[in-house]
């Protein structure tokens, strides 16, 4: 499904990624961990195309595509999703606005019907229910005021209602309390867990691998996978830290 | 009228003003009268064609037609003669008066009056249409616990629209004026607004968008003259291609009007980098026990939320819309009647769709 080779990006002249090959093939969920610095973050952006991120050298395909020459919503409209580290807030759009334009434009894009206002707040109740959040939420603007918790809750309703089939998730952990952690454990496992979709996760910790576990860790260090293992890697992360084994 | 009788751009009340557009305006070409819509409101209904009244489509209800005097303005004293008054009694109540100015070339110029008596409420909106230089003057008095929601829309192809308004606001008393400038014309707002009573109200402002070689200007005075009084000054100013928009709002708090609550938002959004945004919020007070917040910022769409919007799907147009329409949003939602608001907001929305 996607299959990164020998990927090179930096910002703003500095070097951040320095020959990143990685292959995520369908049904599979993979876990990116590593120490800050490492370019996690980066990879994220870069797949998701976020402007001031340069490629210079290596490629990323996604379903045989060349991801890199699409513009951010053209990737989203091919099914890639960026969850956020830090979601952006956007005050004067509320949720339930930000939402049907963004489904509506890729279901455009995919020669799709777009949803009717009741189709598409029946599904974005729907979605809320699930990953119990409360549905006022969705009225209020994007983002605005909500704790970090409810950020990341917002980015898997988001997830739930896009439907996406690659999901690129950047320390979703992060900002959770344990409640909260189970339940997106939960949406990310009910949501993307198929035989015809991937998960890259970007983690610094093994709590959120509890809930959903990778069939494969890879170590992320100056910028290339200094290692790759099964689930007992991540294990093997947090009882030795990142210094010996990324090395 | 000439150029000279003006006041020069080194006056500072008028250092942004585009004064050749006026003559510019004035000079053009006659055009076929445009359609003027009403929105579908009960009420007066005035169709004005080059400043005067088309009878035959008017509906005046409670509205006369008068001979008005305008002040010493340097542009409101040009709109003087036969104008419309709307003058309610105490606790009268008026359905929405509705007029649509339509501009067939060159100059006109048309006073107005608002007069309402104690504990009167009105509603008026107005709209601009057509091509030339619309000049108007209004004056309006509130007397104690007078109610008035004012929209002002300017949607004209091209030309000029020039509003000179001046108010006096009595006791309790609450003026509510937004204007949105969302056609092709220059324009220039200047307003004079005395708050002559204890504990008035005054909430005056509005979205000015510009494009092309476009100017839009505000120079708006308010003068708090009596204690327990609150004025809100909420503008919002985007600016495309080589466009500017200018805002200036100033405040005088007098020195016995104690415990006023002043309030000024002046946000300008640059949509290119060649276009100018203006602006200047001004305190003048003289009272020791006041409350008076101003705040002035430039800026571009937010970049995290352009890759945002975009990494969920939506094309950087239409996020770019979006986000400009949330920008003005927070003007544009102060008018109290959901028709007009409606009406205003798709009107925001039109110029976004052809600016963007």
Redesign the interface.
């Known amino acids: 499904m996607l299959q990164i080779t020998n990927l090179h990006a930096e910002i703003a002249g500095t070097p951040i990624l320095k020959g990143l090959t990685l292959t995520v093939n369908a049904g599979e969920i993979h876990a990116i961990m590593g120490p800050n610095g490492a370019g996690k973050s980066t990879l994220g952006y870069v797949i ?4 001031g991120y340069e490629v210079t050298e290596g490629s990323i395909t996604f379903n045989g595509q060349d991801l890199l020459e699409l ?3 053209e ?3 091919a099914g890639v ?2 969850g ?1 580290q830090y ?7 509320s949720n339930v ?3 049907r ?3 509506n ?2 279901r455009t ?1 995919r020669s799709e019907k777009p949803l009717s206002g009741a189709e598409f707040l029946k599904l974005a109740r729907e979605e809320a229910r699930k990953l119990e959040m409360d549905v006022e939420m969705l009225k209020r ?1 994007v983002n605005v005021g909500f704790s970090g918790g409810e950020k990341k809750r917002n980015e898997m309703v ?1 997830m739930g209602i ?1 439907d996406p089939s690659f999901a690129i998730l950047d320390e979703t952990d992060s900002g959770l309390d344990i409640d909260a952690l189970r339940i997106v454990g939960d949406g990310i496992n009910r949501i993307m867990r198929r035989p015809d979709k991937a998960v890259m996760l970007i983690t610094h910790y093994q709590r959120l691998l509890d809930y959903v576990r990778p069939d494969f860790v890879h170590v992320l260090a100056d910028g290339r996978i200094t290692r790759s293992g099964g689930a007992e890697l991540a294990h093997q992360l947090e009882r030795e830290g990142y210094t010996e084994i990324a090395a | 009228m000439t150029l000279l009788d003006l006041p020069s751009t080194r006056a500072e009340a008028w250092r942004w003003a585009d004064l050749g557009s006026l003559s510019a305006a004035a000079a053009l070409a006659s055009i076929a009268a445009p359609e003027a819509e009403f929105l579908d409101l009960p009420g007066a209904k005035l169709l004005f064609i080059d400043g005067k009244l088309d009878e035959a489509r008017s509906d005046l209800h409670r509205v006369t037609i008068t001979d008005l005097t305008a002040d010493d303005h340097a542009l409101g004293r040009h709109a003087r003669g036969l104008g419309w008054s709307l003058h309610l009694a105490t606790q009268g109540v008026a359905d929405p008066v509705q007029i649509v100015h339509v501009a067939t070339g060159r100059e006109n110029h048309l006073p107005s009056e608002i007069v309402l008596a104690e504990d009167a409420a009105a509603t008026v909106v107005e709209s601009f249409v057509g091509a030339g230089w619309q000049n108007r003057f209004m004056r309006t008095r509130l007397a104690k616990g007078a109610r008035l929601m004012r929209a002002v829309r300017l949607l004209q192809p091209a030309g000029f629209v020039s509003l000179r308004e001046a108010a006096e606001v009595g006791e309790a008393a609450s003026l509510v004026t937004t204007f949105l400038g969302a056609g092709g014309q220059g324009s220039r707002i200047d307003a004079q607004l005395t708050m002559a009573g204890q504990g008035a109200f005054v909430e005056y402002g509005g979205a000015l968008l510009t494009s092309a070689e476009q100017k839009q200007e505000c120079a708006v005075r308010v003068n708090h003259a009596q204690p327990n009084g609150a004025s809100r000054q909420v503008w919002r100013a985007v600016a495309a291609d080589r466009s500017q928009v200018s805002l200036a709002a100033a405040v005088e708090v007098a020195r016995h009007a104690q415990k006023t609550d002043g309030e000024q938002s002046l946000r300008g959004l640059l949509l290119d980098r060649t276009a100018t945004v203006n602006l200047k919020p001004e305190l003048e007070i003289f009272a020791d026990d006041v409350k008076c917040a101003h705040g002035a910022t430039v800026g571009e769409l ?4 352009m ?10 147009e ?1 996020a770019k819309a ?2 400009t ?3 003005v ?2 003007a544009l939602e102060r008018i109290g009647n959901e028709s007009i608001r409606d009406a205003f907001e798709a009107d925001a929305d039109a110029w976004l769709e052809t600016a963007l």
């Open positions: 998701g195309g976020r402007p513009a951010p919503n990737r989203a409209a999703f960026l956020f979601p952006v807030e956007i005050p004067g759009v606005q930000f939402l334009e963004a489904l434009a890729q894009n603007p988001q896009i | 937010d970049r995290g939320a890759f945002y919007m975009q990494s969920r799907g939506i094309p950087p239409r979006m986000l329409r949330a920008f949003a927070d």
